[in-house]
């Protein structure tokens, strides 16, 4: 189930990010590996998103759907896919 967008982008600052907006993926998107320079949090509200830690000893896929967060630490290298729908999240820099 779809989360409003407004109501999740003020949830995400209530979390202490400064810089939030609503991002969407279109189907099975896909992000080779990659690392932001500061923690970044991803709240889903629409769709699914698979992450990994290619530079974990054991990487493995994890998927989150709706009402989920992701946190990322700075500098942690991760790469992403999107689902068959796509996905729409919130985005806390």
């Given at each position: 189930?779809?989360?409003?967008?407004?109501?999740?982008?003020?949830?995400?600052?209530?979390?202490?990010?400064?810089?939030?907006?609503?991002?969407?993926?279109?189907?099975?998107?896909?992000?080779?590996?990659?690392?932001?320079?500061?923690?970044?949090?991803?709240?889903?509200?629409?769709?699914?998103?698979?992450?990994?830690?290619?530079?974990?000893?054991?990487?493995?896929?994890?998927?989150?759907?709706?009402?989920?967060?992701?946190?990322?630490a700075a500098s942690?290298?991760?790469?992403?896919?999107?689902?068959?729908?796509?996905?729409?999240?919130?985005?806390?820099?």
């Open positions: 189930m779809a989360i409003a967008s407004k109501e999740a982008e003020s949830k995400v600052r209530s979390w202490g990010f400064s810089h939030v907006f609503t991002w969407t993926d279109g189907p099975s998107s896909y992000y080779p590996p990659h690392s932001h320079s500061g923690v970044t949090t991803h709240l889903i509200t629409r769709g699914t998103l698979t992450i990994s830690y290619p530079d974990d000893e054991n990487p493995k896929k994890e998927t989150f759907g709706p009402g989920a967060r992701v946190d990322v942690r290298r991760h790469e992403v896919w999107m689902g068959s729908e796509g996905c729409t999240y919130v985005i806390g820099e």
